[in-house]
């Protein structure tokens, strides 16, 4: 099993940041695409950044500017810079990993995990 911990929620007043961090443990053989993604109250989980093993990123075009996603490969651990945060920002914020996983001896590819999420508040 895999687990996912993320941390570095929070309350931030807008024009603030907040550093997010996602840690992943287990069985892992490789990682191929580490992301955030968002949900706000009564609206559908989105995308904000992904991040894949060659170093590519994408981002929401929303957050384009103003968050920054990194990895560890190391330490298996993806973070989100963000910076100049807004109201709009505010959401339960979950990390998304794209992996292989060792289980005795079969390897299983894209499997995908979610984080419990972590609670972005962005006052005004």
């Known amino acids: 099993q895999v687990q996912l911990v993320e941390s570095g929620g929070g309350l931030v007043q807008a024009g603030g940041s907040l550093r997010l961090s996602c840690a992943a443990s287990g069985s892992i053989v490789s990682i191929r695409t580490m992301g955030w993604y968002r949900q706000a109250p009564g609206k559908q989980r989105e995308l904000v950044a992904t991040?894949?093993?060659?170093?590519?990123?994408n981002y929401a075009d929303s957050v384009k500017g103003r968050f920054t996603i990194s990895r560890d490969n190391a330490k298996n651990t993806v973070y989100l810079q963000m910076n100049n945060l807004k109201p709009e920002d505010t959401a339960v914020y979950y990390c998304?990993?794209?992996?292989?996983?060792?289980?005795?001896?079969?390897?299983?590819?894209?499997?995908?995990?979610w984080g419990k999420g972590t609670l972005v508040t962005v006052s005004s």
């Open positions: 991040t894949t093993s060659t170093g590519s990123t």
């Open positions: 998304n990993l794209d992996y292989a996983e060792k289980d005795g001896l079969m390897t299983f590819y894209g499997v995908v995990s």
